[in-house]
């Protein structure tokens, strides 16, 4: 009887303490969940919603693929628009389902983004925020057509060389937004803002023709005005 109850005892106090380690944690859940997040008046995607990105990251695999006659799911069957999506698409030992639900999910981001803002979505795109979008969208969700459509004539923060001459504007609302337009032999003919922008403001740039390079930081994405 006493070995039982010392034995008892003994699995008790293991159990409480698995329990207390458990509970108490290194902190890392909490800091994740604490993590802070862009304001709502951000134009830039929560990096939060993002999904993990897929493999390849949207694009088609360099490796070798399944050919198209093996396209076919576990369960049900693809139709006709989600096999062109999938053709040339899925690594050989990728699960297609998988590699369609990773471009579902990037048609529902641009989705719901495009409803609350249509210029953060398609920022979103531009910056690539929204990995596989671009090759998503004309297969899985065409009604946003548009918003791909706008994307591809605009051009990411950064450097750029040789841009079409125009007006874009800045699809952010950094107040930090900067931008320059250097000829080929490195001298600038145009910067900005001419003033330091204020909260809600929007930035424009004009790109005069001639222009070598353009660099702009904090400004996230551009389109023609």
Do not use: N
Not at 18 to 32: N, P, Q, R, V, Y
Not at 67 to 72: E, H, R
Not at 181 to 199: F, H, I, N, R
């Amino acid at each position: 009887m006493y070995r039982r109850s010392a034995a008892a005892a003994v699995l008790l106090a293991a159990a409480l303490t698995l329990t207390a380690c458990g509970s108490g944690g290194d902190g890392k859940a909490d800091s994740a969940a604490d993590k802070p997040k862009p304001p709502a008046s951000s134009s830039v995607p929560d990096p939060a919603d993002s999904p993990a990105a897929p493999t390849p990251a949207g694009g088609k695999p360099t490796g070798p693929v399944l050919p198209d006659a093996k396209l076919v799911p576990k369960t049900g069957s693809f139709t006709e628009t989600e096999k062109k999506y999938l053709s040339g698409r899925v690594p050989e030992k990728m699960d297609p389902a998988a590699v369609l639900q990773t471009g579902q999910e990037s048609c529902q981001r641009v989705e719901r983004t495009a409803k609350h803002d249509k210029d953060a979505a398609i920022g979103a795109v531009v910056a690539g925020e929204i990995p596989g979008a671009k090759d998503a969208i004309p297969f899985l969700c065409p009604e946003q057509k548009p918003i791909l459509d706008a994307a591809e004539k605009g051009f990411g923060d950064g450097r750029r060389q040789s841009p079409a001459p125009g007006t874009y504007r800045a699809l952010t609302q950094s107040t930090t937004c900067a931008w320059e337009a250097k000829g080929k032999d490195g001298s600038v003919l145009a910067s900005g803002p001419e003033t330091a922008p204020k909260a809600g403001d929007k930035i424009t740039a004009t790109i005069p023709a001639g222009t070598a390079e353009f660099t702009s930081t904090a400004c996230y994405a551009w389109v023609p005005a």
